[in-house]
Structure formats: C-alpha cells, structure tokens
C-alpha cells in the first residue's frame, strides 16, 4: 500500500489522501451495520457497503501502481486479513470470532510472506493460528457453562467504535502519505553511495566479498539467514520432545474442554 502512495505521489496528487476518508466513511457505515444488535442486523446493506469501501480504498491507493503478481498477492492477503478482521468484530458467537481471528491471522501470515520474511510467516501461523486460537476455544468452551445471556448479541457504543477504527485508519494513510516522498528521497541516496562504492579502488574486493551473499529483492546485498535454519534444527532436533507434548497437551486440553462443553448441554451449537 506503501508502494501505491508512492507511485500516486510522484505523479504530483498528494492530496489525494484526503479522498481515502469516502471509502472508510463507507465502509465503516457497513461495519455499524454488521454489528451485534438485538434488534437485528442488516446483513445484505453491512456487507454490500463494506465490500464496495475495502474495494474502493484499495482502488484510490494502488490505482497508480504497475499490476504485477505482487501486487495482486498484496490485494489478496491484505482483503483477507481485513475481511477476517470486519468478521472477528461482528460476528455474535464467540466461537465463530476466534475462527475468523484465524482468518486475519493468515492474512498477515501471507503478507510476511510478501516481504520476504518466512519465518515470521510460520512462527505467526504455528503460535496464533495455532496454540492462540486453541486457547481461545478452550476459555471460550469453558466460560460458557451457564444459560446463555445477551452480552454477546449487542454491542457497546458502535457508533464511536465505527468513528475511533475509521479515525485511526485515515490517520495512518496520511502518515504513510507523507512517508513518501522520504522513500524517495532515501532511494536516491542509496543509489548515489552504490554508484561512488563501484568507483572507488576497493570496488573489487567489495563484490568479490559480496559474491557469496544473497540479494534481496532490491538487489541489495542480504546477510545469510542460518539464524532460522539453526532455530529450527534446534527447536525440532533437541526439544522435538518438548515440543510434541506440548502438542498433545494442547490437542488434550481441546478435547476435555468439548467433553465438558457437551456435557452441560447449555452451550450454543457451533
């Protein structure tokens, strides 16, 4: 998104920006719409309006960017994590939030991903959507042992959470707006100090120490990541015990929490 703020700033619109504030107005009237109410919720209007706001944020910011695989990766992780998101906080069944909290954190899995950071990929996968969201279950099972109530079908000030989730999203885009034009300013100066250290007399012995390095997607010259391979023949070769019982005791404690949640008969049906 970063990249498409970029792009739309060289062109000369920077004021651009304030437009963003119809889509997030629009969308965040679909959220007031989704949201828990005991008189009901408009289902069809909340999720038709946003839709149209998340599509039409992402048409005004990377309307200026060039379409490339990435870039339709980056819309399709980032339309996930948000989609997820809208449906952690409006759906009534606590059970059903902590699965669409496994949603969002997929999505931000997939974005690390695009940034080149696999191991932040899986240890957000492995921790949240793994061990997190079974935690979460299993509070969940347990909590609700009692006949149910209507804590969980209205929900508290929705106007001024629609009005501070829509505030802070504007004040965001704004901020990376304005980081723009450093961005640009920083790629010129990385390309002059590239273009004096091939001139310069140890230009040879430079590339020749960095022969052996990966490069990053800038061309950049990377350290080695064998930080992550050592972690993982650590993690899975030394502590593979303690890791699988710690597996068990996590798949255990799921099943006691469903026996017990059965049991009672008074919880609502996933």
Not at 46 to 68: H, P, Q, R
Not at 230 to 252: C, D, K, Q, S, T
């Amino acid at each position: 998104m970063t990249a498409g703020m970029f792009a739309i700033t060289e062109a000369g619109a920077y004021p651009w920006s304030w437009w963003v504030l119809g889509p997030i107005s629009v969308g965040m009237l679909g959220i007031y719409q989704l949201l828990p109410r005991p008189e009901g919720t408009s289902v069809r209007t909340g999720g038709f309006l946003a839709v149209l706001g998340l599509v039409g944020l992402m048409a005004l910011v990377l309307g200026g960017v060039l379409l490339s695989v990435e870039t339709v990766l980056f819309c399709l992780f980032s339309g996930v994590a948000v989609s997820g998101a809208a449906l952690l906080v409006t759906l009534a069944n606590p059970a059903r939030a902590a699965l669409a909290f496994t949603v969002v954190v997929l999505g931000v899995a997939g974005l690390f991903l695009l940034l080149a950071a696999p191991f932040l990929m899986g240890a957000n996968v492995i921790v949240y959507a793994g061990a997190i969201v079974v935690t979460f279950l299993f509070v969940l099972m347990l909590a609700q042992q009692h006949l149910p109530n209507d804590a969980d079908s209205r929900s508290r000030e929705p106007f001024l959470a629609c009005l501070a989730g829509g505030s802070a999203l504007l004040l965001i885009l704004l901020a990376l707006g304005e980081d723009a034009g450093k961005l640009e300013s920083y790629q010129e100066v990385r390309e002059g100090r590239a273009l004096e250290a091939t001139r310069s007399p140890v230009a040879p012995v430079r590339r020749a120490a960095e022969s052996d390095l990966r490069l990053d997607m800038s061309g950049v010259p990377a350290l080695p990541a064998d930080n992550t391979a050592f972690l993982g023949a650590n993690l899975y070769g030394r502590h593979l015990i303690a890791v699988e019982l710690a597996g068990v005791l996590l798949v255990v404690a799921t099943l006691g929490a469903i026996a017990i949640a059965q049991r009672s008969g008074t919880g609502e049906a996933l």
